[in-house]
């Protein structure tokens, strides 16, 4: 018995020390085991951040490539001597006609270039008419009313305003920055290519960003501003206050068309004396007929500028229904010429939207001031309640409805043109001021030298005096010839477009 316990417990103390192993068992021996993870195969995440990255590196590199060839043609700036000899004939012919008058829009900034252009009588007792465009237009826009009013009798004169038509741009203001999302992504875009084309994803691999502010303070060294400012009413004011002094209008009868309200008030309000009466075309200051705003729309402005058929539409749509298609082109290639798409913006950001009619009609100096107001009756219904609206800020002041746009100098310029004239001839004579204005120094010097010359020639040991007639006479014309240049401010603009 005692050899069977013993054996029973010999078996019982083996089965112990057995039990541990039993569990292990099918992890050692059974085939049903999963299999470990092998460490040499990739994983499907490590295969898509690899497909991912190529995908990336090549998209960047075919958009790079369509960049460079697409943004240039949107952004770089023209020949302007080529954009000059591509305007179409009448615009050109437009040009000739007319002349650059130096101006001084503020007292401490260089002068610049205004265009004029003149139709009609020059004689004394010519009544003198001034014509001033509105926002996106230009002095080409009156030229059937320049035409109707000069054969009518009336010394008539449209002028370009600065960043407009021919006459020099406005003073822009950070010029070479180019601000918002759209300038920091052509920012990066101009470091991209000046570096290659992985030069960004070599930047995102080691730091994990583009460095978009040490780029944009590389491309705008100088921070002067995002937007350009363009000239407001006191200095537009100016311009008008020199082009009818250097060209002798005074009293001027002032037509104001559109946004010229603004400038052209201000400065009637500070000059009454040389001032005889004032039409009004459709002027509204909050409710500018051009939308300037548009063609500062990054890509898209520049596109709408480019394409003649959306441009046609943007003007019909906006200013007159029925401008023909030449018309049309002509003002998208002003627009197009010498930074013109940037003044234009900057100028409508810089109009004065709150002007008061009828407050500037209460001033002192303008109270008892002949106005006439021009209105279209077929733009719309709303149009015409803002007509009655300002009928009403101007009692005194002669209205009538024409069948035109709101650009009626295109589509309605018989009817502006007999209203102007019958304006003027209801009102009495104007008394032309003559002042004798001193020669410009350099004209001044020229005529010292050939009078010195003269009188050289006319020594009395001198016997020839044939000669002596000649050249006096030749010397009084030469004269003559700069005193008429100088009503231009020293002549023609010949230097335009080279």
Sequence with gaps: MAETTSIEEEREGHNTTMEPLLPREPITTTNDAPPHPNPSKPSPSSSNALAFWAYFTLSVSLLTLLLSSLLPLLLSPPDHRAWFLSLPDDLRLHYSQGKLIKAYPNPSSPPIQVFAVEHGPREERAEAVLLVHGLGSSSYSFRRVLSSLGSLGLRSVAIDLPGSGFSDNVELVGSGARGGLFGRFWDVYSEIREKGFFWAFDQLIETGEIPYEEIGRRSSPSHGGEGFSGYGSAEIGRVIEQVVDSMALAPVHLVLHDSALGPGTNWAAMNPSALRSVTFIDTLAENVAFPSWILGVPVF??????????????????????????????????????????????????????????????????????????????????????????????????????????????????????????????LPRSIKKVKDEPLPEHIQKMLEEANRGHYDHHDPGHHHHHDGRHHHGHGHGHGHEHAAGYMGMYGLGQGWGR
């Design 301 to 426: 402005g520049e596109l709408l500028l480019r394409s003649r058929m959306l441009f046609a539409g943007l003007l019909r749509l906006c200013c007159a229904r029925s401008m023909d298609e030449s018309a049309a082109e002509v003002h998208r290639l002003l627009l197009m010429g010498k930074d013109k798409k940037r003044a234009v913006v900057a100028t409508g950001k810089a109009l004065n939207y709150s002007f008061d009619l009828r407050e500037w009609k209460d001033l002192e100096a303008v109270k008892d001031m002949p106005l006439q107001m021009l209105w279209s009756n077929n733009w719309s219904d709303r149009w015409i309640d803002e007509a009655q609206r300002v009928s009403s800020s101007i009692p005194f002041a002669k209205f009538a409805y024409h069948s035109g746009g709101r650009w009626p100098q295109e589509d309605a310029a018989d009817e502006i043109s007999q209203n102007i004239v019958d304006f003027v001839n209801s």
